[in-house]
């Protein structure tokens, strides 16, 4: 494990124990099986290799440790003080649309305006199960938001590095590589950093998502909020993705559209 995580950062022996402050000959041993690892040495080496909280578990497990990171979910009573906050976050942001996500991007939690919003894309007919709520599934499903983005040219590598760069990180996660491969199976996906996508980005200060819905055109403007030096797997993997109107026009149609009673969901499925 330690072999594969080193290379996949593009280390050698001798780069890892300058990073880990360990011998590369120890290093050399540990990859071979010949010397058993301290739980220090261990903790040196995973924070060299910026080894994800989930990973660094099975990799203390593999050397004979209980795992250092607790394994507690969101739903569980050791973290139903986070599980409210990240609740809270969400209802405050009503009525613009917020999602928690894990690191497979699938959406564990969202505000009244997401599910309004999301209902019609995640049913048969459109996105049909047993495909998940995924926010990844919701940009790039060909039943989801790319025919509707006036922009996709623009938003969809920015997505698409995004989920890159992500199993970049993570080059062990299967589950995370079989996202990235669905989503690109269904083409349509120009690559980063083209001419056209440059010019299209160049005219806002931040990407925006240009999308025409049920005859009214919304601009959003998306931030991430994550836990700032998060010691449990699960509240590392988490992230909370809030939409807001990127120009005034946006946000009182919106706010017209979400005041109407069925008038959300109607913009949506259209």
Same mark, same amino acid.
């Given at each position: 494990m330690l072999r594969a995580w080193r290379k996949h950062r593009g280390l050698s022996q001798m780069d890892l124990s300058f990073e880990a402050d360990l011998s590369a000959r120890h290093i050399s041993f540990l990859e071979t099986g010949r010397s058993h690892p301290s739980r220090r040495a261990l903790g040196a080496l995973a924070d060299a290799l910026?080894?994800?909280?989930?990973?660094?578990?099975?990799?203390?497990?593999?050397?004979?440790?209980?795992?250092?990171?607790?394994?507690?979910?969101?739903?569980?009573? =050791?973290?139903a003080f986070h599980y409210d906050?990240?609740?809270?976050?969400?209802?405050?942001? =009503?009525?613009?649309?917020?999602?928690?996500?894990?690191?497979?991007?699938?959406?564990?939690?969202?505000?009244?305006?997401?599910?309004?919003?999301?209902?019609?894309?995640?049913?048969?007919?459109?996105?049909?199960?047993?495909?998940?709520?995924?926010?990844?599934?919701?940009?790039?499903?060909?039943?989801?938001?790319?025919?509707?983005?006036?922009?996709?040219?623009?938003?969809?590598?920015?997505?698409?590095?995004?989920?890159?760069?992500?199993?970049?990180?993570?080059?062990?996660?299967? =589950?995370?590589?079989?996202l990235v491969d669905e989503m690109a199976s269904y083409g349509g996906v120009t690559g980063v950093g083209s001419d056209d996508s440059f010019r299209s980005s160049a005219q806002d200060h931040a990407l925006v998502l240009h999308l025409s819905l049920g005859g009214m055109e919304a601009r959003l403007l998306g931030t991430i909020m994550a836990f700032d030096s998060a010691r449990s797997p699960a509240l590392e993997e988490l992230r909370i993705e809030t939409f807001f109107p990127a120009d005034e026009a946006t946000r009182m149609q919106m706010e017209s559209a979400v005041n109407a009673p069925g008038e959300a969901a109607r913009v949506a499925a259209g």
């Open positions: 910026a080894i994800p909280l989930r990973e660094r578990n099975e990799l203390f497990e593999a050397a004979g440790f209980a795992h250092p990171y607790s394994d507690a979910t969101l739903s569980d009573d =050791e973290l906050l990240v609740r809270s976050v969400l209802e405050r942001h =009503e009525p613009w649309f917020a999602v928690a996500i894990d690191r497979h991007w699938n959406i564990r939690m969202a505000n009244t305006a997401a599910r309004q919003f999301l209902d019609p894309f995640f049913c048969v007919g459109a996105i049909e199960p047993p495909l998940a709520p995924n926010l990844a599934r919701l940009l790039f499903h060909p039943a989801g938001l790319r025919t509707c983005l006036l922009n996709w040219s623009d938003v969809g590598p920015h997505f698409m590095d995004r989920l890159s760069r992500e199993l970049i990180r993570n080059p062990m996660d299967t =589950e995370l590589a079989a």
